[in-house]
């Protein structure tokens, strides 16, 4: 039997695992400097929570075989956990981070960073306040996180759902397909404009003259000038929908100059965000300079309604948000670094060392009373280990310092303390040891 992990999902080394923990931990940073609370929710949810909330894209949840009376799922995402913990809880504020797995049927792409099992890291904020200010916040969480992962340039794509409604409704699309077709259009990232079309056509039932409208209004990019052209369009100034998202766009583009991500943001037209409960603004974080197949890297809106789907009696919860796609931008990071033998995969700071036979117990005492002032010691586990065979390993390891026990310094009471990169040694007293140990760490800029 040849061993293989599951379709869709794959093994993190120590040298992977510590490349996107790394990652992580730089994104927890902006999300705390943000004022994000931290949140958990379970890994599977009740099937009922989940179904209905993801338009065509349900059709990838994992069910679960029922336990209990409960027909369960795991969860597809990390946003409709939110909302059911808000509506169940009566939270009517928060700001919130979160980052775990989710779990996806889907088609996978593990070479581009598309799994079935993967992180999402989200940042979202509930709560009833002046328009757009939160919404301009999570496109400013965006751009710091992917300019301080250093990924390369990039762009946040903007659009509006009500404005899409108010195209579809103008082109003639009826008001039970606007999120189907939306969802169509959610595709032109992935595939050309003639595949979308021809789903349009045959898939969704919608006629040739009322697909070319919708073609010649998706394919539509820019900035202000755009926002401009389409204010002045006579069908959509007919439109309540259309002409508050434009003037949300608008609003938010001022927020963005204010926050120096302006010259980040491109308003267009074809981005959809298939997923059924967005209600306002959505945008979407693409790299200029990686292949097409690796897809956003972030993405997010405005989901006003949802958190009202599990409590429809109780006072409504504006929500929006954003989710980091982690795995697309470790999967880059990924190939850019060198992961292997240069990667550190652990923390240890100092490693104790015999350097003659029969001092194993005193090398224990040693490596307790670093333990227990809160230094990361390790030793090996053989009781007569070879002197050379220690210090090879504190090198191959990267471990910033070596304390070398032997017979003479003992007597006077006295260890070697080595630093392993430069292999420059000197002895210091026991009764001094942490100390010193503590100096050398900081001098040699070893993080906590």
Known sequence: MSLKTPKGTRDYGPAEAVLRQRLLDRVIQVFRRHGAATLD??????????????????????????QGGEPLALRYDLTV?????????????????????????????????????????????????????PD?????????????????????KLNHRRLLDGVFEVCGVPKDKFRTVCSSVDKLDKMPWDTVRREMIEEKGLDERTVDQIGCYVSECGGIELLDRLSSD??????????????????????????????????????????DYYTGVIFEAVLKDTPDEVGSVAGGGRYDDLVGMFNPKRTKVPCVGVSIGIERLFSIQEKRTMVGKSTRTN?????????????????????????????KAEH?????????????????????????????????????????????????????????????????????
Not at 41 to 64: A, C, H, M, N, Q
């Open 81 to 133: 956990p939110f909302a059911r913990y808000l509506a169940m809880n009566n939270v009517r504020q928060m700001k919130r981070y979160h980052i775990a797995k989710v779990y996806r049927r889907d088609n996978p792409q593990v070479t581009h960073g598309r799994y079935r099992e993967f992180y999402q890291c989200d940042f979202d904020i509930a709560g009833t306040y002046d328009p757009m200010l």
């Open 41 to 66: 929710t379970p890994v599977f949810e009740l099937r009922s929570v989940l179904t209905g909330k993801y338009g065509d894209d349900s059709k990838l949840i994992y069910d679960l075989k029922d």
């Open 234 to 275: 006579g069908q959509l100034n007919a439109i309540e929908g259309a002409m508050r998202a434009l003037a949300d766009i608008r609003l938010l583009l001022q927020y963005c100059a204010i926050f120096k991500v302006s010259e980040r943001i491109s308003f267009d037209l074809s981005l959809a965000r298939g997923l």
């Open 136 to 156: 301009a916040e999570c496109i400013k969480v965006v751009a710091e996180i992917l300019t301080e992962l250093d990924v390369g340039d990039f762009t946040v």
């Open 347 to 375: 923390e240890t700071e100092v490693f104790v060392v015999s350097a003659h036979r029969g001092l194993h117990l005193r090398r224990l005492e040693i490596l307790n009373q670093l333990w227990s002032e809160g230094i």
């Open 380 to 448: 090996s586990y053989k009781q007569n280990p070879k002197l050379l065979a220690q210090l090879q390993h504190c090198e191959k390891r990267q471990i910033p310092l070596a304390i070398i026990v032997g017979e003479g310094e003992l007597a006077r009471g006295m260890v070697k303390v080595r630093e392993v990169a430069s292999r420059q040694e000197e002895y210091i007293s026991l009764d001094t040891m942490i100390e010193e140990i503590r100096k050398k760490l900081t001098t040699l800029n070893v993080p906590e």
